[in-house]
Each structure stands twice: as C-alpha cells, then as structure tokens.
Nanobody, 114 residues
Framework: VQLQASGGGLVQAGGSLTLSCAAS????????MAWYRQVPGKQRDLVAV???????NYAEHVEGRFTISGDLPKKTSYLQMNRLKAEDTAVYYC?????????WGQGTLVTVSS
C-alpha cells in the first residue's frame, strides 16, 4: 500500500492550496481518510477527517477555512485550504484507515509566507 500526497508549495498568507491524496494497493474496508500536519519539533496533529458515510470533522484551528473531500472506494482525498495563515506552514500527511490499521504517506510541504 502506498499513499501519495501532492499539491503542497509556497503561497502567500490569505491564499489557497488544494492537496491531493491517492492511495494504491489493496486496502479492504476503508472507513476513513484523513489529513494530518506536522511542524518540525512538534507533534503530528489531525487536521481533517472524512468517513465512509461522508461525514467530516475538522480541527478547531482550520474549521471554516479547510474543506476535506474524497472518494473512499477510489482511495482518494483532497484538502482545500483557503485563507491560509503563516501558522498553517507544515508538512501535511494523508492517511487511509480500515478496521485494522492506518496507512501513511510521505507528506507534502506547505509553506505560507506572511
């Protein structure tokens, strides 16, 4: 199983980026896909989740600015990020979870300049 996150880059504060995640390989019974982010020296934090029922949840600090979407049977997810702030700068990771484990990709760097 491999996950490829893409779409990161450099953007000015107030701008937008869309991250994409595509998983390959056989993953049975996917029940959610998620995005996390990590700043060097800090813990990895959950940003957004989408479940196989279509429900979504967001971390408080991105609520109203970020939107997660995805097609779980196709093992793809997206994170639309609007009104970006300097504090959103981080490496963003996507994951796929089934009933047994959470699979991780390598991450994509998002840098927001102020």
């Amino acid at each position: 199983v491999q996950l490829q996150a893409s779409g990161g880059g450099l953007v000015q504060a107030g701008g937008s980026l869309t991250l994409s995640c595509a998983a390959s390989g056989r993953i049975l019974s996917i029940n959610r896909m998620a995005w996390y982010r990590q700043v060097p020296g800090k813990q990895r934090d959950l940003v957004a989740v989408i479940t196989n029922s279509g429900s979504t949840n967001y971390a408080e600090h991105v609520e109203g600015r970020f939107t997660i979407s995805g097609d779980l049977p196709k093992k793809t997810s997206y994170l639309q990020m609007n009104r970006l702030k300097a504090e959103d700068t981080a490496v963003y990771y996507c994951t796929v979870t089934n009933g047994w484990r959470e699979y991780w990709g390598q991450g994509t760097l998002v840098t927001v300049s102020s």
